[in-house]
């Protein structure tokens, strides 16, 4: 069995991306790495040349800043890479630069790849989500964040990155069907320092909406208000190792107050029937699980 990883990365430095850790945490499992780096106003390219592995295969690319509508070119950059991954390749992991895998679920990522690597029925394998906000000992639990996606495709190029690459669909707009990993992708997406989260918002923004929408939602200011903040709870679990030098230089404050959480009483009723049977009503499953 053959696994090749696959991300995209742009102006890593500049947003405090930590695509090397996602690179990191997930290279035990791949024979070959593609890291599709955009054109960057920083050092991102030397950044990645730095990632002590063989297996790093870089494919420069420019990033067509005009595609601003619901985040397109994620989807764009992500289907260069993975139509440059060699048809050799059985299954392609991809993971987000702000995202890492625990080492202790990669015996069973493995198992899994195995298990339905020959299954023609099985088009990839679905991931559990953990999305951190705010600090790296906060969770998110309520609606907003969802629960799973696809991280690990066949090598089939009929498979598409889907709308601002969160998953995968077919050419035909098809759902994937899919299998549980029982694996967790850990989110540090919304955890940064307030400085470099309304950096980031700034400029993310940009690749879904116009100087119009820009100027009316997304405020002038230094540092990201974190209050705006949906239901939270205190994580006491491990982190990946990866990630782990990132946490101890970790020198912001953060505190979750549940009084600034603002929700309806609808919002809350749904979350308590998916706290107590594990149903999300309403969910919209972008697979098909089998």
């Given at each position: 069995m053959l696994v090749a990883g696959f991300t995209i990365i742009r102006n890593a430095l500049k947003y405090d991306y930590p695509v090397v850790e996602a690179i990191n945490s997930i290279l035990p499992l791949c024979d070959v790495f593609y890291v599709g780096v955009g054109n960057?106003?920083?050092e991102t390219r030397f950044l990645i040349e730095s990632i002590k592995s063989d297996k790093i295969k870089i494919i420069d690319t420019v990033w067509d800043d005009r595609m601003?509508?619901?985040?397109?070119?994620?989807?764009?950059?992500?289907?260069?890479?993975?139509?440059?991954?060699?048809?050799?390749y059985d299954w392609c992991f991809y993971i987000q630069s702000d995202e890492c895998v625990h080492e202790e679920d990669l015996p069973k990522i493995k198992s899994s790849m195995l298990e339905y690597?020959?299954?023609k029925n099985v088009d990839g394998l679905l991931f559990e989500y953990k999305h951190f906000y705010g600090h790296y000992k906060y969770i998110g639990v309520g609606r907003r964040w969802y629960k799973h996606e696809i991280r690990i495709i066949k090598n089939n190029k009929s498979i598409r990155s889907y709308k601002?690459?969160?998953g995968f669909r077919t050419k035909e707009d098809k759902k994937l069907r899919v299998k549980k990993t029982g694996a967790f992708i850990y989110h540090y997406g919304w955890v940064k320092?307030?400085?470099?989260?309304?950096?980031?918002?700034s400029s993310f923004h940009k690749m879904w909406h116009d100087?119009?929408?820009m100027?009316?939602?997304?405020?002038?200011?230094?540092?990201?208000?974190?209050?705006?903040?949906?239901?939270?709870?205190?994580?006491?679990?491990?982190?990946p190792k990866a990630i782990e030098t990132r946490i101890k230089e970790a020198n912001w404050n953060f505190k979750y107050n549940p009084a600034k959480v603002k929700t309806n009483l609808k919002?809350?009723?749904?979350?308590?029937?998916?706290?107590?049977t594990g149903w999300r009503v309403g969910e919209n499953k972008n697979y098909n699980q089998k």
């Open positions: 960057s106003e920083d601003r509508e619901g985040g397109k070119v994620l989807s764009l950059e992500t289907n260069k890479v993975f139509d440059a991954i060699p048809h050799e690597k020959n299954d601002d690459a969160q320092s307030p400085q470099a989260q309304q950096a980031k918002q100087d119009e929408w100027k009316n939602n997304i405020p002038e200011v230094e540092e990201f208000d974190y209050n705006n903040i949906d239901l939270l709870k205190l994580y006491n679990g491990s982190h919002y809350r009723f749904l979350f308590w029937v998916e706290k107590l």
